[in-house]
């Protein structure tokens, strides 16, 4: 069984700045990508970013965050960062990690967080 768990966001003011970790725990063997979605009720889910474990963590952003987020992962800690600056009162969403992890079988399987509530607002 592998467990996704986010820390950090909340309540920012419009320009300040937050930092999201997840961490993935359990059975895993390798951990090939990680990355956080979006979500506004009402809308689709949107993509922030995405990194990979190949090629030294290649990246991929949403439009809208490009130099903005930032992400990051420690592979010793099975965990991945998203440094978010400059945010907007349109950054407001729920957050989602997740992560493309094997097991000792080595089959791929998608995991989720339980998704972390960020509000820009003054």
């Known amino acids: 069984q592998v467990q996704l768990v986010e820390s950090g966001g909340g309540l920012v003011q419009p320009g300040g700045s937050l930092r999201l970790s997840c961490a993935a725990s359990?059975?895993?063997?390798?951990?090939?990508?990680m990355g956080w979605f979006r979500q506004v009720p009402g809308r689709q889910r949107e993509l922030v970013a995405t990194?990979?474990?190949?090629?030294?963590?290649?990246?991929v952003y949403g439009d809208s965050m490009r130099g903005r987020f930032t992400i990051s992962r420690d592979d010793a800690k099975n965990t991945t960062y998203l440094q978010m600056n400059s945010l907007k009162p349109e950054d407001t969403a729920v957050y989602s990690c997740?992560?493309?992890?094997?097991?000792?079988?080595?089959?791929?399987?998608?995991?989720w967080g339980q998704g972390t509530q960020d509000t820009v607002s003054s």
């Open positions: 997740y992560a493309i992890i094997a097991g000792p079988s080595l089959h791929q399987y998608d995991y």
């Open positions: 359990g059975n895993i063997f390798t951990i090939n990508s």
């Open positions: 990194i990979t474990s190949a090629g030294g963590g290649s990246t």
